[in-house]
């Protein structure tokens, strides 16, 4: 019972965030998404990755065996999305992308705050980062067609993360006004990014519910088991255990979606896949985070 009420506490206030912007989208008031989308990724979430690395004062080699472990189960992810897709006759620049790059920031990120403490957050920032950087490379590869050196070069989220590693091998820190700066503008990222789910989710709709699914239980419970062993093939125990878990067990991120429209892969399948694994997440993380515990 007491494990129930701490999955309960740490799922609820996620589902709330959510759920409220998926009513204030519902009830038409105004949500300006591309803006808090540009505040969020080019502003917020880089000053949360370098504001929690520095306070989380992380091991330098224990952050290189996490960001290893993560593209060791994204490597494995990318696998299964190939052979998932070849086996069901798909395009492959559409469908792959939603099996590999997941949701491990608007939704993985608060999960890992409140399962674990700033430890946590650190620890499921090292996945994020790892992920960002993957996705506006090869998941844009991917989706595009083109190259992405430009893209890179200009991502904010990206220069983030070699700051917080420079940062983590150094040993250095920031004069106290620019941590003070970072933390405040870095707090308001894991809200917004609820809040921005909530509000995508309201306006997404399933176009092929089978596939839909499909890709949705794959997703989830795939990436999952994925994360899992890993864990037991690498003796990974703890935190970091819990957090690999939960972070591969993410559902697809709406990103995907922004870029399947912008390249014209098919966005509105994409757009069905979003909400079923987000759906299926949120039946499924309980239970994930009732094993992580």
Known sequence: MLLFFQVFAIIFPVLMCALIGFIWAKTKRPFDTATVGQLVMNIGAPCLVISTLSRAQLDVAVFWHMAWLTLIIIACTLVMGVIAVRL???EIRT???SVVFVNTGNLGLPLCLFAFGEEGLAYGIAF???MSVLHFSLGLALVSGEGVLKTLVKNPI???VWIAVLLLVTQWSLPVWVMNTVDLLGQFSIPLMLLALGVSLASLAVEDMMT???FAILRVLGGC???????EVFAVEGTMRGVLIL???MPVAVFNYLLASQYQRS?????GIVVASTLVAFLVLPFVLWLVL
């Open 212 to 214: 839909s699914l499909k």
């Open 247 to 249: 972070q591969s067990s």
């Open 158 to 160: 990206v220069h983030s």
């Open 267 to 271: 966005p509105q399948a994409v757009a």
């Open 88 to 90: 069901w006759k798909l």
């Open 95 to 97: 469908y792959l992308p």
């Open 128 to 130: 994020f980062m790892v």
């Open 225 to 231: 088991f994925i994360g899992w062993a890993v864990c």
